[in-house]
């Protein structure tokens, strides 16, 4: 390993956690934005969609390509591109005109979140390589963290103070600015694959290998669950008369606290034991959820918490501790797999949800019956998921117990600093 006494860990680290709570609050305030731009800027429901859309697949292509241009440009070259993309979709949002240079503004936001993904996950694993589960899990307590803070400040600013919303997006320039002067100091270390001597063809053929692409569909599962299920959380419940957005700030306050204290849960389970506890209590979860009513459904929210806690970091844990030699590529690959999944399953669980209101409307019930079981039967439709992935986890933990899947390489000693 390269010398570390020019390392600075614990900056590196506060930083980067910075940088996820950007890409966090920009997600928290795209629920907020919906409304208030359809009404300034007369558009429609699917307009809406067409501006936010590139906050998917923007991610998602920023990671792809981010990957392997991670041990080519280096990281923080790509935190470099990720403070260009967050400051020039910010500054587009507040001086936006019209849809068009709202739509530029989030393919910036896109293609920031994604860099910040792209490179701050191989940044936590070569940092931290023989304890890169829980540091992942710790380094992704900002994302539900940073979706806490975006959904409060959104409630306040728009909900009850009714300020104007280039004041709140303006208020983003803040950590923005904060983790670019932070990063711009600091030196990076090496990724992993490059100190372990791993060949650019070793990692492409590791990314090919089947428990890789096991993994990579597991993701779209995963992330389906997780997401997915976190996008239409307040219409799913508005049938069941109590608060979507409460609920939603319930759940990633949950994880948030969960993935800070993950270090004895990964000593106790490892990756392959906490992904099946995850889908197990995301599948008891979203049952739950689609029997709960009222403040009850705090309660199967807390299950559903549980369960998808875990699902993101140790799904990149997996991957960086069994199979290393896809490097940064393999973990690009698997986040902009989660996003992409997102980008899919979001219009898939709204034409669930409205067939089933259609059909629940056929037998004569009013329309808040028919949104209650319209939400309870897509809880139901994506509770099949999880119930799946506790199988193919359960395999493959059986054959690591075998040691046929999955071998780790011994882990690179650093000296921390």
């Known amino acids: 390993m390269q010398p570390t006494n020019l390392i600075h860990k614990n900056p590196l680290f506060f930083a980067s956690c910075i940088a996820l709570i950007v890409t966090s609050m920009t997600f928290a305030f795209r629920a907020a934005l919906e409304g208030v731009w359809g009404q300034e800027y007369n558009l429609t429901k699917e307009e809406l969609g067409w501006i936010f859309s590139p906050a998917f697949w923007g991610f998602t292509l920023a990671m792809i390509f981010g990957g392997p241009l991670c041990d080519v440009l ?87 103070l009714h300020i104007d919303w280039h004041i709140m997006v303006g208020i983003l320039l803040l950590p923005v600015i904060a983790y670019g002067v932070l990063f711009f100091g600091l030196k990076f270390p090496k990724t992993e694959r490059v100190e372990r001597g791993v060949s650019t063809a070793e990692m492409f053929k590791a990314c090919l290998s089947p428990l890789f692409l096991l993994m990579i569909f597991c ?24 608060s979507g957005i409460l609920i939603l700030v319930f759940i990633n306050g949950l994880m948030a606290l969960g993935r800070a204290m993950a270090g004895p849960i990964v000593h106790k389970f490892n990756p392959t034991g906490m992904l099946i506890f995850s889908a197990f209590f995301a599948a008891i979860g979203l049952v739950l959820l689609s029997h709960a009513t009222g403040y009850y459904a705090f309660g199967a929210a807390f299950v559903f918490a549980v369960g998808v806690c875990f699902f993101w970091p140790t799904m990149l844990g997996f991957v960086s501790e069994y199979l290393p030699k896809t490097g940064a590529l393999g973990l690009s690959l698997m986040g902009g797999a989660g996003m992409l999944s997102v980008s899919l399953i979001l219009p898939a669980m709204g034409g669930w949800y409205d067939g089933f209101k259609s059909e629940a409307l056929k037998t004569g019930i009013n329309s808040l019956q028919a949104d209650a079981i319209a939400g309870s039967s897509t809880f139901l439709k994506v509770a099949i998921m999880p119930a799946v992935l506790v199988l193919i986890f359960s395999l493959i933990y059986l054959f690591r117990k075998k040691g046929s899947v999955g071998v780790p390489l011994p882990p690179l000693t650093t000296k921390t600093h």
């Open 74 to 160: 280096g990281m923080k070259r790509l935190i470099g591109l990720a403070f260009v993309g967050h400051l020039s979709g910010i500054l587009l949002y507040i001086f936006a005109g019209n849809a068009t240079m709202l739509f530029a503004g989030s393919v910036c936001i896109g293609i920031g979140n994604g860099m910040v993904e792209a490179a701050c996950n191989p940044l936590i694993t070569a940092m931290y390589p023989e304890n890169k589960t829980t540091m992942l899990n710790r380094f992704h307590v900002w994302f539900p963290g940073g979706i806490v803070i975006g959904g409060l400040v959104a409630y306040l600013f728009i909900g009850q």
């Open 219 to 242: 993701m779209f599962l995963t992330a389906a669950t997780e997401l997915g299920t976190g996008s239409w959380i307040q219409a799913l419940l508005q049938g069941v008369q109590v």
